[in-house]
């Protein structure tokens, strides 16, 4: 039978995860790379909880589960750093993407100076032709 986990790791782990779940895209890299790699994130509190679970089983002669809880202690490590690519990966992306919004945003050159003569001519006041201008001055 398992122990309850301590009201504090669950705060704190419901914390990180409502935070995480509302970050705002330029927080949310930062807060993802926390949660698994900084020493009280989750990877890392797993792993000790491992490696604690471990040495109880050694402690206590059961020396077959210690074996088990040690190599999904290895295969932690290995996720760990794999989670640790994927959130650099994350923050590439979300700055990239950001990057892209921005420069979407803005017009192109080419797009300017096509906007630029119709907005002069818009502000500009309506000029008669020509013709029309010299047809009224002959009648007159």
Do not use: K, Y
């Not at 679970?53 to 589960?65: E, K, L, M, V, Y």
């Not at 192109?108 to 002069?120: I, K, N, Q, W, Y």
């Not at 502000?123 to 009648?139: D, I, Q």
Request: net charge negative; glycine share 2%.
């Amino acid at each position: 039978m398992t122990s309850p986990a301590s009201p504090s790791t669950i705060t704190r782990t419901a914390d990180s995860n409502e935070r995480l779940a509302t970050a705002r895209p330029s927080e949310f890299a930062e807060l993802f790379h926390e949660a698994i790699t900084e020493d009280f994130g989750a990877v890392a509190r797993l792993h000790q909880m491992l490696e604690t679970a471990s040495q109880w089983c050694r402690t206590h002669d059961a020396r077959s589960s210690a074996a088990e809880l040690d190599v999904l202690a290895d295969r932690l490590t290995d996720l760990g750093e794999e989670l640790h690519l994927v959130a650099e990966d994350i923050g590439h992306e979300i700055h990239s993407r950001s990057h892209r919004t921005a420069a979407a945003a803005r017009p192109s050159p080419a797009v300017s100076a096509r906007r630029d003569p119709l907005v002069r001519q818009s502000e500009a006041p309506a000029l008669l032709p020509p013709n029309t201008v010299r047809s009224r001055l002959r009648s007159r």
